[in-house]
């Protein structure tokens, strides 16, 4: 069983910047494809990136997120930059064996439980 815990959340103004960590207890995270999803209220939970041996992000990130990961640590990254108000989520983080970075957030396995994001304007 892998559990998931997010941390780094929290209120900044727009423009600034965020890093969300996730650390994954558990086997084998290397093998692990790791995704950042959020969720909005009132909205679907939408994709934001991957990273397995490569990354995915969605159109919207537009360069001012960066998923890495380190596997020594068991932690998967999330650096936003130049956050926007419309960026104001719920941010979860999720993974998955066998398979490399996809969108769908039915394709991933473990979930974390969430951290709120808050940008002001």
């Known amino acids: 069983q892998v559990q998931l815990v997010e941390s780094g959340g929290g209120l900044v103004q727009a423009g600034g910047s965020l890093r969300l960590s996730c650390t994954a207890s558990?086997?084998?995270?290397?093998?692990?494809?790791m995704g950042w999803f959020r969720q909005a209220p009132g909205k679907e939970r939408e994709f934001v990136a991957a990273i397995s041996w490569t990354t995915q992000y969605a159109p919207f990130v537009k360069g001012r997120f960066t998923i890495s990961r380190d596997n020594a640590k068991n932690t998967v990254y999330l650096q936003m930059n130049s956050l926007k108000p419309e960026d104001t989520a719920v941010y979860y983080c999720a993974g998955r064996f066998y398979g490399g970075p996809v969108v769908g957030k039915n394709e991933y396995t473990y979930w974390g439980q969430g951290t709120q994001v808050t940008v002001s304007s």
């Open positions: 558990g086997r084998a995270f290397a093998s692990m494809t």
